[in-house]
């Protein structure tokens, strides 16, 4: 089949499944042969459904998501499931390791406790600018609400080169910045209405803000992001 002749549903669930592919052999940094191998495909069939966009057999299905380790559904879908880790405040990100090391990416690697770690789906044109950023929630303690918590969701990084809310370390203290303006040398922070700038070479960044999530409390936790 064509792609003139696939309707517009069809060419949106293909393109879900080559997102997902994509960010796989970017995370893993497989070339499209390769992974064709690791998947069990013949490369040319892999190649069309790939760059020509071919409607995927029940068997690939399988097998894709046998080695994505997802569903059809999250594989079709235009969501992306991402695991964030759970800590509770800001003073607890100074427990946890900073890898400034990383050998897949020049940024931030921030390892946090693994004991709690949830799934939240985000549509992956909203992901593919973090793909190699780990992310992890702040609770709210002055939203909590029976049965539902509130958290902050960020996504690591040790640049600050747009505005934003950040988390740095700065005077040997985590705090949250709410940066206005950049330029290579200052960032200019707004705090009570009040504008301040600070050198660069002060702070240590360590995560960008990315989104406010509602945390269900249930036997499996569920997480939803509010705009």
């Known amino acids: 089949m064509n792609t003139d002749e696939l309707t517009d549903k069809e060419l949106a669930l293909i393109n879900n499944i080559i997102n997902k592919l994509q960010i796989h052999m970017e995370k893993t940094q497989q070339t499209l042969y390769n992974l064709s191998v690791t998947l069990g495909f013949e490369y040319q069939p892999f190649y069309r459904l790939m760059k020509n966009k071919r409607l995927p057999t029940i068997s690939s299905l399988a097998m894709i998501t046998e080695h994505l380790q997802c569903t059809i559904e999250e594989l079709i879908s235009d969501k992306i499931l991402v695991d964030v880790n759970l800590i509770n405040t800001l003073d607890d990100i100074s427990l946890y390791n900073t890898n400034l090391d990383d050998s897949t990416s020049s940024k931030t690697n921030t390892t946090v406790s693994k004991d709690k770690t949830v799934k939240i789906s985000i549509p992956v044109k909203d ?27 960020y996504f690591t990084t040790n640049t600050i080169n747009t505005d934003g809310i950040f988390l740095v370390n700065y005077q040997d203290k985590i705090v949250e910045f709410n940066v206005i303006s950049t330029s290579s040398k200052f960032i200019i922070i707004e705090s009570n209405n009040q504008e301040s700038r600070i050198l660069q070479s002060e702070i240590k960044p360590l995560a960008k803000f990315f989104n406010n999530l509602l945390l269900f409390e249930s036997d499996s936790y569920y997480l939803q992001g509010v705009k």
């Open 127 to 153: 992901y593919m600018p973090y793909i190699h950023d780990n992310f992890f929630a702040i609770k709210f303690k002055n939203l909590q609400t029976s049965g539902i918590e509130h958290w902050k969701t």
